[in-house]
């Protein structure tokens, strides 16, 4: 685990201190996640509502976590992510904002949200369209139980680098654009996983997401 903890370590200190930095610790053991506590790393980040369910209550005594959802979430587990998740950057449709927006009303709870979009069409990926974003923000607008932060945004796979980069810069001036245009305070951009925060970093992000450059490559789940 030292060998684990110095890497963590050395890649934080790697990236501009401004840029937050969640560990994706989907399949990653409890262990390696205390590794990464350890290192310093404050937000993890996983994609399923059920393993977060037993990390977060194997790791209950790490009080100053922060927890992000960013992965596709079903309408039937809104509930329970309303309940595990601080932050959920995975909203990729109106209706599941209208959902976590009237759960989060009963539970009195008021999480922080990025909606998910797709720059370039993406049939492995969910998310807004470009024209569904802009169509769907006066509603998203007045969900006042979520604090909608920013954009998450997953590049499709097999982009090369510059086209990697220009879907990156793409998604930096349509959050500037949304800030200008509706005033709603859209200051987040989370981008850049292992093979790719380089560019996003470059281009604007405030959030990475990296994973397997942390903690080496996942298991393969069934
Ligand atoms: C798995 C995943 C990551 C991390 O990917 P790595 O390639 O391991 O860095 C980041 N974001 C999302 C949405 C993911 O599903």
Redesign the pocket.
Known sequence: MTELIDRIVQFRASIPPHVRVIA?T?TVSVEAMRAAYAAGIRDF?E?RVQEAEVKRSALADLSDVTWHL??HLQSNKAKSAIDLFDWI??VDSLKLAQRLNRLAQEQNRHPQICLQVKLLRDPNKTGFSIEELWEALPQLSELLHLQIRGL?V?PPMGLDEAGTLAVFQQAKALVEKIHQQTGLPLDQLSMG???DYALAIQAGATII?????LFGA?VQLA
């Open positions: 994706v989907k980040g994609n960013i992965g950057q995975s998450m997953i996983m292992s093979d997401r990296p994973g397997r450059i996942r």
